[in-house]
């Protein structure tokens, strides 16, 4: 089924009931694009957080962090773009701190209820002027249902090329469902500015025990994809549960609550996917298919390695079904695979098993990798563990795009 | 002091006393280059082995690691370009000590007493009536004393741009001293050929007990450096012991111990390097300098890590003094830094401190990364350990050269 069946891409983070959101430019980028975003919702809001694991991180993720740590109830996140606020020291913590407390000002809401997001250049303290005057006029819009000058996520976009929102309703016994999502970040391009933010609402009520749900979500999605291997100072995925629906998830029968993990996933799934695929200098979209590990940790281990070897991207974007890097890149990556049992796939196509290459029909693997989009399936042999790694090729345009961008 | 100043480039594994080297074409290779190499001693030799940690290992790997595991005396190594009998299943061992055998009974030596190496491309069985033409023909070249086709550092190159070899000569109390070694491997190119091969003999004899320092010394020269961060499944470093000069390693004075290990050092540090200022597509040679680590081993795999991220890689082939790019990277290694303890130099200027940018003139900045060489120093204020390792940028030149090589 492809996305536009399943997926409504004209919503955002306001289509779930109870949410609204939007966007406007607050001057911060001397571009004139948009900068500045807010949900906020009438009621409070259950958040669950995932944040980069880089010891170098933000101090909007570190105000994340500590105010999903005190927990309570929230009321929405203002984020702003062209400026990453990190590596910025104690101002930085304080200008973070200061976003948020302007945003629940203009939105009248409880002090300590706002999350704060950042996405650009780093190393240059906020021009916190340009705030002090956006962000509670943004509020104000939001609070009085009016339309903002930008949705949402428009206004979170750095380098991406199209904005990448989704939303989708689920019909259960009880009622009607909605979630929705949008995230920024394009990897290729840029990297510096290639934070990864994503925003997911749902009007259906979450308990605080659905956090184990949550992680595993996080690392099936955003976990999976890999551009470059970095990881940036202000990686933020933040999930908004209300209660417009009127429906709680413990409401639900085990098979709807099931459906309704499953379309969570699959919503933050094709958010990731988005960011790959909008990678400027990717020319192709590549699934690898960990099959047959030991444990699921080892199998997202070995392909996120694979996934992410130059030799691998760059075979790839040269059209070559390059078995051979593919195999050695699988034997560098510090786990113990065994050649032997080793099985590797461009699609269908079996192209080394028994410790030996098949020599397949060379035109049918070239119909393969000469596609935008395919899969390299690794049958390990090993146990019975699997995981999914996204990824692009590495083109010339990486190169020049990230040799030419300076601070 | 310059390389030129301290070794002689003019020699090879056949410099020190008691050794014999060459090298020949035998048709391996459709170009008609060199392709068969060999080294031979008249008395029997101890050698030190380091191989690939890919799982993915070739022939000759296992081959030589199972004779190195047996011990006895050696009397040499058989070496072959064009094809790295990787990935050839049960065949591709039989070859390999096929080769071996066929060394051992053309130089009148004893049975097991050769290793074998190959380089080139994998998942082909070898061509063994061109080896048993050819290995008898060189055997008998070097036993008769006779100057062969080539050299040996020209035969076991593949992508390399130049051969790389070196000798020295010391001078202590009870004689002479000549160690001397080559290396093939351009990591930038052809990466599926660029399997690291390292020969390296003296007339020094040295005891069994020396392997702690052989492993060290192979750690702070080949481990030290990275192109691309994939390994082969053929990297091979052998250092070959004879007697040639009369003395041995525990003849020697303390001083004159430590003047061996260094000079030692030195010379598997200058083959190392000679690999990665040989990558085609490498503009420039950068030294990463880890200081203030916990340990050792968190040097060497911090630097590790940042030399081998892709953006900071186009960021130097960019001339960008791109600070951000290096800490993130730091922060994303796996290793608990502390970005407020951490500083950041470009050679001697210091360009992120206390947390912050430190905003150093531009123009140093940039005089220093429009360098051909140049050292970024990491200081972590952790602890005392350090390591250097020694890395080149990611340029359009790799993309292409790894793009449109195909299997």
Known sequence: MSVSERFDTSVGPEYPRGFRAGGLNCGLKASGKPDLAMIW??????????????????????????????????????????????????????????????????TGSEEGSFLVCSTGVIGHPLDMSLLRAGIPKLGAALVAGEKTEVPFQRAIMTT????????????????????AGCCKGAGMIHPDMATLLAFVTTDLELPQSFEPEFKAIVDDSFNSITVDGDTS????????????????????????????????????????????????????????????????????RLGRFVANSKLVKTAIFGNDPNWGRIL??????????????????????????????????????RRIVGGKEFAIRIELGLGSAQADVWTCDLSYEYVKINAEYTT
């Open 160 to 179: 991406d090329t199209r904005p990448k929102n989704f939303g989708l309703e689920l019909e259960f016994a009880g009622g009607r469902v909605r979630i």
């Open 41 to 106: 919702a009438e009621g409070g809001l259950r958040v669950f957080g995932a944040f980069t694991r880089n010891c170098v991180f933000a101090a909007p993720v570190q105000v994340c962090r500590e105010r999903l740590e005190w927990g309570g109830k929230f009321r929405g996140v203002v984020a702003n773009s062209g400026n990453a606020n990190a590596c910025t020291g104690e101002q930085g913590l304080c200008d973070a701190r200061e976003m948020a407390t302007l945003a629940e000002r203009a």
């Open 233 to 300: 100072t202000n990686d933020t995925a933040l999930l908004f549960s209300g209660n417009g629906s009127g429906l709680s998830y413990e409401q639900l029968g085990l098979e709807e609550q099931g459906r309704f993990r499953e379309a969570l996933f699959s919503l933050f799934a094709e958010l990731a996917k988005g960011i790959v695929r909008d990678g400027e200098g990717a020319t192709k979209f590549v699934e690898f298919q960990v099959r047959q590990a030991e444990s699921r940790a080892q199998a997202r």
């Open 328 to 365: 050695s890149s699988l034997g560098s990556a510090g786990e113990k695979i065994d050649p032997a049992k080793t099985v590797i796939r461009f699609d269908d196509v079996v192209i080394f098993a028994s410790g030996e290459p098949t020599h397949p029909p060379m035109e049918e693997l």
